[in-house]
């Protein structure tokens, strides 16, 4: 069976369009034969770290049909994020233009027989002026690449163990942490090593100011549950301009009370997350994103120390969520907010 790793294989076109101060948006979005790019060393991206990205996904139904989930919603929050880094804002209607080609074009490659695969898209927009100038360029290029790919983290939905991060901060109150751009990630990356060398999957990330209140992990959003049953409550950490706000956050707060949950946003401390923990107040904690969908954490580890959330294994609530996704996402459901874009795709 071929194995789809995240973000290794691309498929065999892109979608581009240039910005320039003279003439903005100049025509509509091209598509291309993937392939290398030519620049200049001097280009003003590769410098000053203008360059903000998206992630979302294409999803195959059962008779054929390629929906897209969410791409107005990508497409506001690319806005956002260009607009945090001083860079032009990209009209909604030429990125879903431009999403609904490359899926023509490239969605032919997602298998028709394997539900375990989606198309995943990158949007990227970049300063591509050749200039040192300190100043926001007065160039740039929107490019739209894709892959086929299974699970960020597994197919399965196994829980994974995650590490607080004591010693980094992600972002800062008044920084780029709910923009998408290049160097949240980067920055991450150091932090991210330590989780690994700790034997863990994952970090956690605090407040940068107190350093108590947990906001986010890796690129993910965070959830937990408190209770079980049709009782339990579903709580999320509130947008404090610091962390991203996740298109499927918001879905799985919309899905979680359609299911009769109770959704709170809550500020919850490394302390409380323990107590609470090992108490069995809370019962459930899990990790959301494009990527890694509904991801279980089983095991935190803190310092020297450390706690199981829960049993150590998935947890009901998050499941029955990550089956809900999973069934709107490939057509097994009704659209009740018409999430999904559909698309035809070309004979290959």
């Known amino acids: 069976m071929a194995t789809y790793g995240f973000g290794e294989r691309f498929t ?18 091209r598509v291309l ?51 945090r880094l001083a860079m032009p804002e990209l009209p909604e209607e030429l990125f879903l233009e431009a999403v609904d080609a490359f899926v023509a074009r490239d969605g032919g490659l997602l298998p028709a027989d394997d539900p375990r695969l989606s198309l995943y898209l990158r949007p990227i927009l970049f300063a591509s002026e050749a200039s040192l100038a300190l100043r926001p360029a007065r160039e740039y290029t929107f490019l739209l690449m894709g892959f086929v790919t299974e699970g960020f983290f597994s197919d399965r939905p196994d829980p994974v163990s995650v590490l607080v991060s004591r010693e980094f901060s992600r972002a800062a109150p008044g920084g780029t942490g ?11 990356f150091l932090a991210q090593r330590q989780a690994a060398d700790a034997g863990c999957r994952q970090v956690v990330w605090l407040d940068p100011v ?10 993910m959003n965070l959830f937990f549950v408190r209770g079980s049953g049709p009782s339990a409550e579903v709580l999320t950490p509130p947008l404090t301009g610091t962390l991203l706000p996740g298109i499927t956050r918001d ?8 299911l009769g949950y109770t959704t709170r946003e809550e500020r919850i401390s490394v302390d409380q997350w323990r107590e609470e923990s090992e108490s069995g107040l809370i019962t459930e904690a899990f990790a959301c994103g494009t990527a890694a969908l509904v991801t279980p954490i089983g095991e935190v580890r803190d310092g020297d120390g450390g706690w ?18 999973t069934d709107l996402h490939q057509g097994r459901v009704d659209d009740a907010h018409s999430w999904l874009r559909w698309a035809t795709t070309e004979e290959r």
């Open 308 to 325: 199981l959330v829960g049993d150590g294994k998935a947890g009901p609530l998050a499941m029955e969520l990550r089956t809900a996704l």
């Open 251 to 258: 879905s799985l707060l919309t899905l979680a009370a359609e």
């Open 210 to 219: 107190e350093r108590r209140w947990i906001e986010e992990m890796g690129g």
């Open 12 to 29: 065999d076109h892109l979608v581009t369009l240039t910005w320039t101060a003279d003439a903005g948006w100049a025509g509509r979005p």
């Open 33 to 83: 034969p993937f392939g290398d790019l030519p620049f200049s060393p001097a280009m003003a991206g590769l410098h000053y770290g203008q360059v903000v990205f998206e992630g979302l996904k294409a999803y195959r139904r059962r008779d054929g049909a390629l929906g897209t989930f969410r791409p107005d919603a990508h497409a506001r929050r690319f806005q956002q994020s260009a607009r």
């Open 178 to 188: 709910q923009a998408k751009c290049a160097g949240n990630y980067a920055g991450a």
